[in-house]
């Protein structure tokens, strides 16, 4: 996982809650790291005590000073200053303190691989709220007056008080992602200068760090503004975006995907992206024998950079470990397989924040590794038994929970899914639709950077089309986004430009290699060439 974690309880009187609470702090904790790198663990202590206004408090347990903003002293939360110095503030006290009322936390679903019945409020949305004011949106201001005192946070130095009172986070980040100044709570409702937006009807009212309402029976998630917040607050955001595809083909964890070549002679290349979807670098990575064969790429160690996995003929599984200057760290054996297994892909099929190894043998089984944060494998469970006539074609997030779920195609062309919950399990098995023999799935990403996988398809006569999926997992809509020859190939997608949508990647028969970037309605917005690249390399991811 990008960062550690621990969580406590104390105050909670019912014994079968024990689980149920910390399962659900857990999950919420867990869904923050995805996104956030940094170092240390942090400590959460979650109360079962009343609170003054009956609901859920959360905050920081300490503050770090670090610096002057004029006249006035700044101080970050110590759990933002954990993360990017690795330093406790507070020693062994708690990093995180969340409080909940013994009567609100009665109305909360803490179950956080189910959706919450419409008479109760997703306990793991409140926790997810309550870790993002620990992360750093706090406030020194006096709630009647916004005034400030002689210090800040971070957050406060961030907020402007404009001339009718109303309030604007103004961080660079945020302000690109919304697309001017943020609104900021302003409502005499307790939840002022600490929360954003003031109407659940405004665009965006109903982020995760809204100052209005939770309504019932909704599962709020991490969005892009409150990553681009916690960029501007100083955190180390991995690609400043909530995607799931983020690390697995980001090889240096700086935003951008990348792509892994091999040459006959077994040298190992990486093109760098960066701004303008152009090639940055290339990188050597190493030299390896005709004996091993790349099998995927995934954030193997939960790192927030994409790793390379590997097999030789003996069924020896290891892996190349990539540090943050792209070059390789480690290279553990994590398994040993026999021949009739092969791997299906990678993703976080249990919702740690680590990519994981998907299995398949001869016989139809399915079974998975399941890594640590250590890239090590936890635990082997058995999915179950799959006819021949079923295909894998892919591992992504198809729904938008932050766990990979698995794609499948049958002979006829039914499309189905297993949507895989935090735990690792299939939660459910819709089917998504039918196709022709004429169309081919060329692969999944985010094309329209909406936090779902969607599904890219290309027929016989070169036309190009996607399923942009919801948060069910079913196609919402299917737009056509092109036309290409026969004679291009798509090597890969990515978000190759760093613009938190996923674009696709092509190859023709001469090594012209090319893009199309796509926008955040899932079209070509440019299509510009990136290199040329000889025969004798394939592309690997």
Known sequence: MAF?????LSGVTNSTQVDAIYADVSAAASRWSRYIYGLGALDIAVNITSTSAGRASGGAGAVSYVGRDGTRAVYENGTAYELRTGSDPNGSSPDIIISIDPDYLSMLWLDPNSAAPSNTIDGMSVFMHEIGHALGIQSYRDPSTGMLPAYETTWDRLVAINPDATASFTGAQAEAQYGGPVPVTTLRNGEQYAHLFNSSAERDGQDLMNGVAFYYGARYTISKLDLA??????????????????????????????????DTAGHVNAWRFSGGGQVAAVAALGLVGPEWSIEGTGDLNGDGTGDVLWRDADGHVNAWLLGSDGQVAAAPNIGLVTPDWSVQGTGDLDGNGTSDILWRDTAGRINAWLLDSGGRVAAAPDFGTVGPEWAVKGVADLNGDGTSDILWQDSAGHVNEWLLNAGGAVGSAPTIGTVGAEWTLLGTGDFNGDGTSDLLWRDAAGHVNEWLLDGDGQAATAPNIGLVGSDWTLLSTGDYNGDGTADLLWRDTV?????????????????????VIGPEWTAKA
């Open 4 to 8: 550690n974690y621990t969580v406590q």
């Open 229 to 262: 917040i916690m960029k501007d607050l100083g955190l180390d955001v991995i690609n400043g975006l909530p995607s799931f595809r983020t690390a697995s083909d980001d090889f240096n964890r700086d935003g951008y995907s990348d792509m892994l070549w091999q």
């Open 511 to 531: 090594g012209h290699v090319n893009e199309w970037l796509l926008d955040g309605s899932g079209h070509v917005a440019s299509a510009p060439n990136v290199g």
